[in-house]
């Protein structure tokens, strides 16, 4: 039981039904029973589209039956469902956020194109290469990280890019913030989700 109630399985929607944040089966109880947060209430139909679909209170919530292939905890008073999507009745914003610095964030914001020759590089035909080397204390920031083919980057070593006769072909810059709609994936593959995120 308390293994579900700590996996990020519960989608958190904004009152206007945009996506704005997971949370824990736990914390959307919680939410759900203090008045902050309504359940979804969703069956699907065979092609994955919502049959119905309607906003659901705790104290009714609480009463729903569990079906089959749903989540549930069990409590004193019997089964209660986990709800796969709940909604933040009282919140209105899509907060902004900038994605985690990351290799493949590197990678992607760079267009998969080394940023020394241009070309364009397979996963495996690239690495990270730091503009200022950490050996000459460049921090690993999205101002000082860009993708770079292995061989121009082994190349490079532990020197600025003019000491080894390299040059930028773009200041590396760290992303724009973007809605978390947009970072938010369905990593467990909720079916229930996909009604709400642009996947």
Not at 89 to 107: C, G, T
Request: some cysteine.
């Amino acid at each position: 039981m308390s293994d579900i109630l700590n996996k990020t399985i519960v989608l958190v929607l904004n009152r206007h039904w945009q996506a704005i944040n997971i949370r824990t089966p736990q914390d959307a109880f919680c939410q759900m029973a203090t008045g902050v947060a309504t359940a979804l209430d969703i069956e699907l139909g065979d092609d994955a589209r919502a049959e119905a679909l309607r906003p659901v209170t705790w104290d009714e919530w609480i009463t729903l039956p569990v079906r089959e292939g749903d989540h549930a905890v069990r409590t004193a008073r019997g089964a209660i469902r986990v709800p796969t999507v709940i909604v933040a009745v009282n919140f209105a914003k899509v907060p902004k956020k900038r994605p985690k610095l990351s290799a493949k964030n590197i990678r992607e914001r760079d267009g998969n194109r080394c940023q020394y020759t241009g070309k364009l590089l397979k996963p495996d035909e690239g690495s990270l290469d730091h503009v200022v080397p950490r050996s000459r204390g460049g921090a690993d920031s999205w101002e000082n990280l860009v993708w770079s083919a292995k061989d121009v980057n082994q190349r490079k070593a532990d020197r600025l890019p003019h000491e080894a006769g390299l040059k930028l072909l773009s200041v590396p810059r760290a992303p724009k913030e973007l809605p978390v709609t947009a970072l938010i994936r369905n990593a467990h593959g909720v079916a229930e989700w996909k009604l709400f995120l642009n996947e």
